[in-house]
């Protein structure tokens, strides 16, 4: 009996292959929370999905459970011609496709005058090869079924922006995809190749686990694939060989690969193997009485920013100062709080991990409004550790995220389960049950990331300055 392949699979396979492989293969199984489900991958609450089309008419509602039933439910609804299929199913033979939204279109197909065309919500603001991948799928199976391959994919953003992209463009590589999908099914097990997307899945301790054993050298930091097929041609196969090697011959013996990323990968097999850190070259960092230290929580599966959190360092001293939305329609109340806070600390630099708070401010300038007096000094004065600490420094680390190097410094966070996807549970899990205790678990992760901020910067003054 062949194992299902759904749209889920195709996000997993971008991610991880051994994602795919484990799912299918291991003895044991590992049940996600459904709302983690969702999460991975990038989808929505039901009830938002509902919100973003719900200017729309003629809509039709799949709700049979059973995949069999869902699927005669689907072509029913196709066979009738109404506008929008809500949640439904596509299957040929071991295929089963969930788009969130099925939407007629004028054409000539084996349903008469119409066809339908495929559409996702997703939280992402962007088109991604994953998202592009689950299109092509969808569209392969309503050629099936409806003898009509639809040109265009679709993505719903959560602002109800409609973003397309044309299936050719994809096909290609989606049929590659799928093949060794099948193949994995089937009983073939990927080569090993640990990434950041790996941390994505459920079995990524497993993954990493064979990785560590075998020496990979994908355990380098942002390794590129063609890098480490570079390396293996050369016959230089683990982190251990790579490491041996000066850097002279490493050149002589690698020369389609660039010199300046030859001299970074050798670091940090060196590093790795030595498990110590090298400094490449000082970090700049400006002294000031207050510095801020900036941190949000968010919930994707409702696009929506409740924290944001600020640890002020003045003369040594902390605060952690909490601006809390319980609810969208309070967004604007917090960001209006967070901004008069930031007008009181005109000069005071704004450490943050990432890219992620620069993009939620700037969209809560755009959305809610910003003094030019704010927006200049959040424009001065927000430093992104990671983008000073990349070039700069070679830790023996596979991994350069906050937790990954505020650990590797001996910082701990409070909550044994911290994560910034358990914190979305905690808060999903807050809406409903309002507990004081579950809050303050929040508000205790949070004010952990920004004193974690902070005992970075700390170090790196130390030791890289």
Known sequence: M??????????????????????????????????MERLIDDGMIESYQRDVISDREDIAEVTAEDPDEAF???LAFMAEGRQVIFHGVLVDRHWVGHPDILE??????????????????????YLRDEFKFQGCFYAE????????????????TPD????????????????????????IIAGKKPAHFVTTGCKQSPWFSECRGESEVCDDLSLLNRVWREEVAALHTSNINTIS???????????????NVSVSRLEIMHDQALAITHKKHFIRKPIRLPKANIELYFDIESDPLRDFDYLFGVLKIENGKESYHAFMAESA???S?????????????????????????????RRFASRYGISEIVQEALDRNMIDLIELIRPAIIFPLSFYSLKDLASYIGFHWRADDASGANSVLWFEEWLTAKSPKLLQKIMEYNEDDVKATWKLKDWLVKHAS
Not at 23 to 35: C, D, G, I
Not at 163 to 181: D, G, K, R, V
Request: glycine letters at 2%.
């Open 72 to 74: 005669r439910q689907t």
């Open 160 to 183: 109800k922006t409609v973003l397309s992209y044309p299936i050719e463009e994809m096909e290609a590589q989606f049929h590659l995809n799928l093949m060794e999908i099948e193949k």
């Open 241 to 255: 060989e790579l490491a041996k090697l000066t850097r002279s011959e490493l050149e002589r013996r690698v020369p």
């Open 329 to 331: 329609a309070q967004e």
């Open 104 to 125: 007629k279109v004028e054409g000539v197909s084996r349903l008469g005058n119409h066809y339908y065309v495929a559409a996702d919500i997703k939280r992402s603001r």
């Open 2 to 35: 062949f194992h299902k392949i759904t749209e889920k699979t195709f996000y997993q396979y971008v991610k991880c292959p051994h994602w795919v492989y484990f799912e299918v293969h291991s003895e044991h199984k590992k049940p996600h929370h459904p709302l």
């Open 333 to 361: 109340n917090m960001w209006l709080e967070f901004c008069d806070f930031i007008a009181q600390h005109l000069e005071a630099p704004i450490y943050h991990y990432g890219f992620f708070e620069q993009e939620v401010v």
């Open 141 to 156: 199976l309503l050629s099936k079924i409806q003898e009509v391959k639809p040109v265009n994919g679709y993505v719903i």
